[in-house]
């Protein structure tokens, strides 16, 4: 199963983006989907996700307040990462994953994830 994540790019700080994941192969508007993001020369880490049993929502710390995830109102197979107020921090690679079933709930662990995602760049500098 692949997933595709795309919508990265170059940005300011204060700046702000929408990525994307959307897969051809599984429903993704039930289907519990995470995010991770790896910044140069560090590990990945997880940074939300959103439950396909009920739709609740996560966010890692370093993320709460500004990142947004949802899945999308007309376009129900793709899960969305509003980000806002973007600092150099952030600039990492961006990855969806997806658990093996639809109803197993959120993770922090990459471990608990199946199906992941190419990853899309983020980057945020002057």
């Known amino acids: 199963v692949q997933l595709q994540a795309f919508g990265g790019g170059s940005v300011q700080p204060g700046g702000y983006l929408k990525i994307s994941c959307a897969s051809s192969?599984?429903?993704?508007?039930?289907?519990?989907i995470g995010w991770f993001r790896q910044a140069p020369g560090k590990a990945r880490e997880w940074i939300t996700c959103?439950?396909?049993?009920?739709?609740?929502?996560?966010y890692s710390d370093s993320v709460k307040g500004r990142f947004k995830i949802s899945r999308e109102k007309y376009k129900p197979e793709e899960v969305y990462v509003q980000i806002n107020d973007l600092t150099p921090e952030d600039t990492a690679v961006y990855y969806c994953?997806?658990?093996?079933?639809?109803?197993?709930?959120?993770?922090?662990?990459?471990?608990?994830?199946?199906?992941w995602g190419q990853g899309t760049q983020v980057t945020v500098s002057s």
């Open positions: 192969e599984i429903a993704l508007h039930d289907h519990t």
């Open positions: 959103i439950s396909g049993s009920d739709g609740g929502t996560h």
């Open positions: 994953a997806a658990p093996k079933f639809w109803y197993i709930d959120c993770s922090e662990l990459e471990s608990d994830y199946e199906y």
